[in-house]
């Protein structure tokens, strides 16, 4: 089973594929394989340099340059021409990566790949099931503030950078609400875990009727 999981900013994305990777399921984060992407020396950050310049970088622990993802993110998130760019730069390597990943995982497995635009970036029907982590917009927005040190306008602004609340909901198969505190969120995973590890076959994938 192929599980997309994605949720707005500041959503609990990160702390809902952690409880499932502890409940069994294989985990494909693509803000990881995006960090990847743009390491040190690869292909990636080099088209960033060429694209946003030398001020997107930074002095790395060995001597060479890294990618100053502060500066980067100021940039993009005020720009949306710029933010395109971006994308065009990471994303065919995060799906490359992500696609061998899930061809590596053992048969039966149930595969997670967490990917906060996958409405965005319109995947969802490449996908047996789609969950969406859902907040209140004002919860998201005191949460942003207060894991990144961002002002509100700042938070503000990466949050319109994303799709709309209500667009990412009509894409879900599965809602997994996270108003609440980290007690109910671990009972909603463990519940949806629960449905999908004794469901008699997997549901049939998007799109196919």
Not at 25 to 34: C, N, P
Not at 169 to 184: F, M, W
Request: no cysteine; aromatic share 2%; glycine share 12%.
């Amino acid at each position: 089973m192929l599980i997309g999981l994605t949720g707005g900013i500041a959503s609990g994305k990160t702390a809902v594929a952690d409880r499932l990777a502890r409940l069994g399921a294989v985990i494909i984060d693509a803000d990881l394989l995006a960090r990847d992407a743009v390491a040190p020396g690869t292909p990636g950050l080099a088209a960033i340099e060429q694209r946003f310049g030398a001020s997107v970088l930074k002095p790395g622990p060995d001597g060479g340059v890294e990618l100053d993802r502060g500066a980067l993110g100021a940039l993009v998130f005020a720009d949306p021409d710029a933010r395109r760019d971006l994308e065009r730069i990471v994303h065919p390597a995060v799906r490359a990566r992500a696609a061998e990943l899930t061809g590596a995982a053992p048969p039966g497995s149930i595969v997670v790949q967490v990917i906060p635009l996958l409405v965005e970036t319109g995947q969802q029907r490449g996908f047996d099931r789609v969950v969406v982590v859902d907040v209140e917009p004002p919860v998201q927005l005191r949460r942003l503030m207060t894991r990144s040190g961002l002002s509100a306008e700042q938070a503000l602004a990466r949050v319109g950078a994303q799709a709309g609340r209500w667009e990412r909901l009509a894409a879900a198969d599965e809602v997994i609400d996270n108003n609440g505190t980290p007690e109910q969120l671990v009972a909603a995973v463990d519940e949806l875990w629960r449905r999908w590890s004794t469901s008699s076959a997997p549901q049939p994938p998007r799109g196919s009727g």
